[in-house]
């Protein structure tokens, strides 16, 4: 069965630029989450979708958005970036429904570079 | 709001002696706890996972992880470290479907 797939794998942007980010989950998963990492903050939850809808968001400027597709496949977006938004972003997918949890699986990430 | 604490930001051992990563949590209910391991360049990969079966959990490539509820602890070990074993291993507990990780712990293996 395939992983988690990531595009584009590394971007270098202006500042003011906006970006999207795209994710395809392993098949059968209808959770995919989003997750930004940086050497000072580490590891941060972004958002989750379930089936098209967002349940979960965590405290990250309205810049950052996203959204899930009827097959699961998920994009992110930022807006207007800044020099800070530089920082790998994670996409994982889960089989997880309703309030079960389930093991998450990771992409191998999409560097963002802003400069 | 469930958290974990990494005890150790840096591990380093010989080749062939035992590791220990070290892991509190903080959760008001019986926590789902996760260790994920990180290569350089690379996504996380998971290493195992407590749900609150048996309270020793066996994961991948010879690491296990034992729940202590009485000292809210979720250390990770393997008996013999390899080279390759080198890399940033992150505790993790879950809220749902949101994943709060600890700061991490960079393993350096001596050869």
């Known amino acids: 069965k395939a992983g988690v797939t990531q595009t584009p794998r590394y971007l270098i942007k202006t500042r003011g630029q906006q970006v999207t980010l795209s994710c395809s989950p392993i098949?059968?998963?209808?959770?995919v989450s989003w997750y930004q990492q940086t050497p000072g903050q580490g590891l941060q939850f972004l958002f989750e979708?379930?089936?098209?809808?967002?349940?979960n968001k965590g405290n990250f400027p309205g810049r950052f958005s996203g959204r899930q597709f009827s097959n699961s496949r998920s994009e992110m977006n930022v807006s207007t970036l800044e020099l800070g938004d530089s920082a790998l972003y994670l996409c994982?997918?889960?089989?997880?429904?309703?309030?079960?949890?389930?093991?998450?699986?990771f992409g191998p990430g999409t560097r963002l570079t802003v400069t | 709001a469930q958290s974990v604490t990494q005890l150790d930001s840096h591990v380093s051992v010989s080749e062939g002696t035992p590791v220990l990563l070290r892991c509190n949590y903080s959760?008001?209910?019986?926590?789902?706890l996760f260790w994920y391991v990180q290569h350089p360049n690379k996504g996380l990969q998971l290493l195992l996972k407590?749900?609150?079966?048996?309270?020793l959990v066996k994961g991948i490539n010879g690491f296990e992880a034992e729940f202590k509820k009485s000292e809210t602890s979720f250390h990770l070990t393997k008996p013999s470290a390899h080279l390759r074993d080198a890399a940033e291993y992150f505790c993790?507990?879950?809220?749902?479907?949101?994943?709060?990780f600890g700061a991490g712990t960079t393993v350096t293996v001596r050869a």
């Open positions: 407590y749900t609150s079966a048996a309270t």
């Open positions: 993790v507990v879950s809220e749902g479907y949101k994943l709060s």
């Open positions: 959760s008001s209910y019986s926590p789902s």
């Open positions: 979708y379930f089936s098209e809808t967002q349940r």
């Open positions: 098949s059968g998963h209808r959770s």
């Open positions: 994982a997918s889960s089989l997880a429904s309703g309030t079960a949890t389930y093991e998450q699986y």
